[in-house]
């Protein structure tokens, strides 16, 4: 029986090793997403680009081919935006399909919690404390009535990897996530990151705040469009 089995052609032996790379880039992304893998898959997803970009730029005479080839290629394409959705709320802190949920802090023991309600207790009956709590100086956001870690984009306002604006929350940002043991984010990419957000709330005639703090034990980037004043 073997002899009447003809052999596959190289064509379809391109698109089995291109469906197999297609199937092991999602993968990787999964476990990824999933904190099993310390970075993304850039060597695989170059790779099975180049597989796709070498078969688009080739001629292929048969319709039933074309058909499988542009099917491999539109599963890729609408994979790599899931992922670059995913690398946005990433960066925003947004929840992130499969990504595991933080474990919450344990609860303090009752001697604990009671000797640090202690010193804040004795503390509250001191004459002295209180009256130097009355003339101490309110921090600079309480003076002004603005929040001294937000960073404001005017809606006419440059945000590139050049802007003292971007440079400013890339360094906070940098900083909060070096402190929560996660991985950078590169200038270029919170630059386009900060101008999409710009541009979107531009065309409601606002400007935008940005705003780098915690929740549920990672870094979380805030977006807030500001109102007219």
Request: proline share 7%; net charge positive.
């Amino acid at each position: 029986m073997a002899d009447f089995v003809k052999p596959k052609s190289d064509f379809e032996k391109e698109m089995m090793m291109l469906e197999a790379e297609i199937r092991r880039l999602e993968a990787e992304y999964n476990m990824y997403f999933a904190g099993r893998l310390p970075r993304p898959p850039v060597e695989t997803r170059a790779r099975v680009a180049g597989l796709v970009k070498k078969t688009d730029n080739s001629y292929i005479r048969n319709t039933a081919d074309r058909f499988r080839f542009e099917t491999l290629q539109n599963r890729f394409q609408k994979f790599i935006d899931l992922v670059e959705r995913q690398m946005t709320n990433r960066e925003l802190g947004r929840p992130v399909m499969g990504a595991r949920k933080p474990e919450p802090p344990p609860a303090p023991k009752k001697k604990e919690a009671e000797q640090a309600d202690q010193p804040a207790a004795a503390s509250a009956g001191k004459p002295a404390d209180k009256a130097a709590a009355k003339t101490a100086v309110p921090p600079r956001e309480n003076v002004e009535g603005v929040d001294a870690s937000l960073i404001r984009f005017k809606r006419d306002q440059v945000a590139n990897k050049d802007s003292d604006h971007v440079r400013q929350l890339h360094e906070q940002l940098s900083a909060a996530k070096q402190k929560a043991g996660e991985t950078p984010v590169p200038i270029d990419r919170l630059a386009s990151l900060v101008k999409a957000q710009v541009d979107k709330f531009k065309k409601e005639g606002q400007d935008v705040t940005f705003k780098v703090g915690m929740k549920d034990g990672k870094v979380q980037l805030t977006v807030t469009p500001v109102k007219d004043e």
